[in-house]
């Protein structure tokens, strides 16, 4: 039998005693109550925050909405038939978050920041949470560098201007989401990050967005954050809070990044179904009384930070698809009076030829050219000017036969300004090749020329400038803006092309 040794067993309990911690975890622990439709309300949780995390069983996550007297009211983030009533819920104490940082550039992402393109996981520490004030006066500054599309329609005359926010409106199969995916084809060589938030989409369609941007070398710089058509409103509700997070990170370290919500309509439409599911009473359209503040607080974080900020800048592209060209309807209008101005794409112009649909007339940009470059300003002022002539005289004209020759000079002018706005899709230009181009077509060079030659003469015409006016281009990509001695050199540049583009018709015909 083994001796019991007073001394060591004293020495064992001192020890155990002087390491003795006590430790006690408490749990907040509700009861689901009631189940169904993705809600799930909750008895006992008392102290809840709004916004805030649940952990449900089987490793399902939920997120607090309504915090009423007895119960509190919250969405789940995930597959809610695997829960039943009398299920234990408990707190997590964090508002929800996202990973951000650099190593999210090039992947595919949920709502919840889960990587969903095989590549395995990403290898970031940080995280922001979903919901945030925007920055105060204090803290911005003006909009005053562009933000290029690549597009000589917008960049022209709607010019985008970093930290802006340019609504996207217009019916379905109008070019909306073409004239997002140019802008980020444009800026692969422009230091911006671009995130591309697609809402209510189909997966399909996602990933063909995926697939044109891989193709063009664009998912370099861009992020792109998918909740499909086929994923609970939960996630469609929370996909443009996390893709503004994401942005806020590159904002907030001094980068530019750019924000596209693909589109807030079917967003609007995921929070009423989450409001009227969770016993909200319903207002105008059946949407909620909130739904003003769902859309201004998300874009409101999209800012030019001020110099002691760093300087970042988060410019954020909304779009909203309208029915029958419905501008007036409840959430375009919310949106139009959020946003900085609007880029209209018409059904009309769209079916006949006219892409991108830019309606001149109804498109404004808030910030006008106080953010363009002022070569693009010089060219843009005269031609938003003769293309508005131009309108009220092709409507006059419809009626008067007999029209005196400047009459007739204006609407030949016009007629070949549309033409010439005209461009092809995942084609950026250059803001060089815009200026050049739109010169040529606002002082006249293009009048000689039928409207059929018109796209030969743009297309030879950058092939020129590269090959034989290196100079010029490089002089007028340092100056910024067309003088009199640039001006001069233009004039004879053109006036060489035209000539020879002239004499190559005349041969071929």
Sequence with gaps: MAQIKADEITQLLREQIANYDAKVQVDEVGTITSLGDGIARIHGLDKVMAGELLAFPHGIAGLALSLEEDSVGAVVLGDYTELKEGQEVKRTGKILSVPVGPAMIGRVVDALGNPIDDKGPIATTEFLPV???????????????????????IDAMIPIGRGQRELII???????????????????????????CAIGQKRSSIAQVVQTLTEAGAMGHTIIVAASASEPAPMLYLAPYAATALGEYFRDNG?????MYDDLSKHAMAYREISL???????????????????????????????????????????????????????????????????????????????????VGLSVSRVGFSAAIKATKQVGATLKLDL????????????????????????????????????????????QQQVVILFAGTQGYLDEFQIPDIRAFEDGLYKYLAAAQGPLM????????????????????????????????????
């Design 474 to 509: 490089d002089e007028l990509g340092a100056k910024k803006q067309i003088d009199d001695d640039l001006r001069a050199k233009l004039h004879a540049a053109l006036k060489e092309y035209a000539a020879n583009f002239k004499a190559d018709l005349g041969a071929r015909a």
């Design 388 to 431: 508005a002539q131009y309108r009220e005289l092709a409507a006059f004209a419809q009626f008067g036969s007999d029209l005196d020759p400047l009459t007739q000079k204006q609407l030949a002018r016009g007629q070949r300004l549309t033409e010439l706005l005209k461009q092809p899709q995942f084609n950026p230009l250059t803001w």
């Design 131 to 153: 919901e945030r004030l925007a920055p105060g006066i204090i803290d911005r500054q003006g909009v005053r560098e562009p933000m290029a599309t690549g597009l000589k329609a």
């Design 255 to 259: 980068k530019h990044a750019l924000v």
């Design 170 to 196: 217009g019916d379905r199969q109008t070019g909306k989401t073409a004239v997002l995916l140019d802008t980020i084809i444009n800026n692969a060589k422009n230091d911006l990050i671009c995130i591309y």
């Design 277 to 359: 599911l969770l016993r909200r009473p319903p207002g105008r359209e059946a949407y909620p009384g909130d739904v003003f503040y769902l859309h201004s607080r998300l874009l409101e974080r999209s800012s030019k930070m001020s110099k002691a900020k760093g300087g970042g800048s988060l410019t954020a592209l909304p779009v909203i698809e309208t029915q029958a060209g419905d501008v007036s309807a409840y959430i375009p209008t919310n949106v139009i009076s959020i946003t900085d101005g609007q880029i209209f794409l018409e059904t009309d112009l769209f079916n006949s030829g006219v892409r991108p649909a830019v309606n």
